[in-house]
């Protein structure tokens, strides 16, 4: 069955500095990968996407995700963080056996201190 | 393009008592997922529609959850009787037929259910 795991259930990282928020997935087959933000009180908003193509995807507001194929790694980094992108981020892995759902981690709280 | 809407945003009830949530996603999207997110957990599919058909509901709790989709486009989610645990954000989100492009799927703002 398709997984991912987030390691820390929290980042702190200054405003200026770059930030990584990790992700490792366990999929059978070709990875569709994806990072959701989510702010108190709101649905999941998209962030980006990993399909194919180009190990660097890059996505909305800043944020880009590098996929790691030999280390099973999908990492979601900014290089100057903001205190506004302080939220939960979540990755996700669609299910590739079934039916195409999202199976998501556990999520990591990021706080970005001014 | 309008989003996937959600009511009510928030819910309290009492333990025992039933309870009902309402999803309309993207104009088109075949595809409608229910997904349930307890408090410092990762969103957790509970059923997902495929137009007016069930394709995947392994993970709800039948003896007390049941979702439709009549005409394949708005859906209503229903607990009767609430436990304290079913606590959570109810998420819903659509996705068109095939995923992969664009951004794939689109989540409402979430119902708050809090059971007393």
């Known amino acids: 069955a398709q997984s991912v795991a987030q390691p820390e259930d929290q980042v702190n990282v200054a405003e200026g500095n770059p930030l990584t928020v990790k992700c490792t997935y366990s999929?059978?087959?070709?990875?569709?990968l994806f990072w959701y933000v989510q702010y108190p009180n709101r649905g999941l908003q998209f962030l980006l996407k990993?399909?194919?193509?180009?190990?660097l995807v890059k996505g909305s507001y800043g944020f880009e995700a590098e996929f790691n194929k030999s280390q099973t790694s999908f990492h979601l980094k900014k290089p100057s963080a903001l205190v506004s992108d302080s939220a939960l981020y979540f990755c996700?892995?669609?299910?590739?056996?079934?039916?195409?759902?999202?199976?998501f981690g556990t999520g990591t709280r990021l706080l970005v201190s001014p | 393009e309008a989003g996937v809407a959600q009511s009510p945003r928030y819910k309290i009830i009492e333990k025992r008592q039933s309870v009902a949530f309402w999803c309309n996603p993207i104009?088109?999207?075949?595809?409608l997922y229910w997904y349930q997110q307890i408090l410092g957990q990762g969103p957790k599919l509970l059923i997902q529609?495929?137009?007016?058909?069930?394709?995947?509901d392994s993970q709800l709790p039948k003896d007390r959850f049941s979702a439709e989709r009549l005409k394949g486009v708005d859906s209503t989610l229903k607990i009767q009787p609430a436990k304290l645990e079913d606590s959570a954000v109810y998420l819903c989100?659509?996705?068109?037929?095939?995923?992969?492009?664009?951004?794939?799927?689109?989540f409402g703002s979430g119902t708050r259910l809090t059971v007393v």
């Open positions: 996700a892995v669609r299910d590739s056996t079934g039916f195409q759902k999202l199976v």
């Open positions: 529609f495929q137009n007016n058909g069930v394709v995947d």
């Open positions: 999929v059978s087959g070709n990875p569709y």
């Open positions: 104009s088109g999207h075949a595809t």
């Open positions: 990993y399909i194919t193509g180009d190990n």
């Open positions: 989100a659509s996705s068109p037929q095939a995923v992969g492009g664009g951004k794939g799927y689109t």
